[in-house]
């Protein structure tokens, strides 16, 4: 089975543009999350969905940031505009919603703010 | 609130030694617990869990053991290679309506031969 996929890998790009992360959740799953990791802070869950309903984005940074999911099988975090502080990795992840399921994660989408 | 706090890193020990890290936690209701590994380069892979009290999670060689009355959850190795240098994250599952990770900090580990 595949697991949760994300793209891009990469991305690089300059401050004040428009970045969006891709994720596809593995099938029959219907939690999806995202998370950012950086040296500073360390991994911080972003937002998670549940069902494609946002169910908690207190971890939102700012307004610069958005997360739409408008299907079971996608999401998408969108940063406008793009600052340097949010060079980080942002990790995508999902599972079936029940007690000590495992969560599944994405290899990352490496973004660098310049 | 929900927290883990594990031990801090980076740990460094030559290989074939014994492994420790610490983890602790708080929750509200009763979670699931999780240890995440991290490769260089690489995302989260699931290492082990254990769901309820006295449960013990293995894989890898790696153990832990759910310990409710001392909310504790430590990672043991018995002999460790280098292939297992990594970051080691511990995690707790809280279902709240929707299910929730909440990670410790990450503890670096590096092997030397």
């Known amino acids: 089975d595949a697991g949760v996929i994300q793209s891009p890998r990469h991305e690089v790009t300059e401050m004040g543009q428009e970045v969006t992360l891709r994720c596809k959740p593995i099938s029959g799953h219907n939690s999806l999350f995202w998370y950012r990791q950086t040296m500073m802070r360390g991994l911080e869950l972003l937002i998670y969905?549940?069902?494609?309903?946002?169910?908690?984005d207190s971890g939102m940074p700012e307004d610069r940031f958005s997360a739409k999911m408008p299907n079971a099988s996608f999401s998408t975090l969108k940063i406008q505009p793009s600052e340097p502080r949010d060079s980080a990795v942002y990790f995508c992840a999902s599972t079936r919603t029940a007690s000590g399921n495992t969560i599944y994660f994405g290899e990352g989408s490496w973004l660098t703010v310049v | 609130g929900d927290s883990v706090t594990q031990m801090e890193g980076p740990v460094t020990l030559s290989e074939e030694a014994f492994l420790t890290i610490n983890c602790t936690y708080t929750?509200?209701?009763?979670?699931?617990l999780f240890w995440y590994v991290q490769y260089p380069g690489e995302g989260l892979q699931l290492l082990l869990k254990?769901?309820?009290?006295?449960d013990k999670g293995s894989n890898k060689g790696f153990e832990a053991t759910y310990r409710k009355e001392t909310t504790s959850f430590h990672l043991e190795k018995g002999s460790v290679q280098v292939s297992d240098s990594a970051v080691y994250f511990c995690?707790?599952?809280?279902?709240?309506?929707?299910?929730?990770?909440?990670f410790g900090q990450g503890t670096r580990l590096t092997i030397n031969p």
């Open positions: 929750a509200t209701g009763y979670p699931s």
């Open positions: 995690a707790l599952s809280v279902n709240q309506g929707a299910q929730k990770l909440v």
């Open positions: 254990a769901t309820k009290a006295d």
């Open positions: 969905f549940n069902n494609n309903v946002p169910i908690d």
